[in-house]
């Protein structure tokens, strides 16, 4: 009876390392699909025109009608006067830097300013950069495009975005120039960079483009007000370089392909007395 007892003891400590080691496993695969990220990559099953099959909450990325981006086309675009120059009311700010795998992030933690929009204030929250553009004008994809992202407090987002070609190094990315190196290789972690002044971001010119649309990047949600302006300015090979580092896969972009217009209306602001 003692040796039954034994072998029954024996065949239920072998059950449940079974189903502990199953378990263990079915996680195990969670968590990598939970920690990967999605891809720029054409060819990858996590590629951009795959985006809205990855989860159920990502489908606005394939099926939604007002994506981002889009090609500014001036033949397009509905010159208009009555939009007003765009103030930033901003202030400095402490902020972050994470390499987040597939752009640099920089976030303002405490209040950082804001700007208004068709009497909407949009708060300041945090600059990222995609190489190359993500908008194009007039058919013509720049080097890099940075965006600034305020978000309401009902939730709506407005984008500012800033559209560079190579020359020049840009003054704020040189400002950044020491943490973003010390960031290049590391992902996912977020370095303290003190206090940053998000004025000392040049936008060169009160032209500007305006449409609604949506993020660039997964859940691709619908929310968002588009302001890219019209000056194209200028960043050094150095610093296209260092943000380029945060591309994770062998694309060596973090630029979304272009988007359809549909029915959109583009509008391009010249202030009345240009």
Not at 39 to 54: K, L, M, Q, T, V
Not at 121 to 138: A, F, G, M
Not at 243 to 265: C, E, M, V
Request: charged share 25%.
């Amino acid at each position: 009876m003692e040796k039954i007892t034994s072998i029954f003891t024996l065949i239920l400590v072998m059950i449940l390392l079974s189903a502990s080691s199953k378990y263990y496993t079915t996680s195990s695969k969670e968590l990598e699909y939970e920690e990967e990220y999605f891809s720029y990559d054409e060819d990858s099953e996590r590629g951009p025109a795959r985006w809205g099959d990855i989860r159920e909450e990502w489908s606005m990325c394939k099926k939604g009608r007002m994506q981002s981006p889009i090609d500014l086309s001036n033949e397009r675009a509905e010159m208009v006067s009555h939009l007003g120059i765009l103030k930033r009311i901003y202030r400095p700010s402490n902020a972050t830097l994470i390499n987040k795998g597939h752009a640099m992030q920089l976030s303002w933690k405490d209040y950082a300013g804001s700007i208004e929009i068709k009497e909407t204030k949009y708060e300041l929250q945090q600059c990222h950069w995609h190489s190359p553009s993500e908008h194009t004008i007039n058919g013509t994809r720049f080097d890099l495009e940075a965006h600034l992202v305020h978000k309401s407090k009902s939730g709506k987002i407005a984008v500012i975005s800033i559209i560079y070609k190579l020359g020049h190094a840009d003054s704020f990315l040189t400002r950044l120039k020491e943490d973003l190196i010390n960031i290049k290789d590391t992902l996912e972690i977020e370095r303290t960079v003190g206090i940053v002044d998000p004025r000392l971001i040049e936008i060169g010119s009160h032209k500007y483009y305006r449409y609604h649309g949506s993020l660039t990047t997964p859940p691709c949600n619908e929310t968002v007000t588009w302001t890219v302006t019209n000056k194209v300015m200028t960043v050094s090979r150095e610093q296209l370089k260092v943000l380029r580092k945060a591309i994770h896969d062998k694309s060596g972009s973090n630029a979304r392909p272009l988007q359809s217009i549909n029915a959109r209306t583009i509008q391009f602001y010249t202030p009345e007395d240009y």
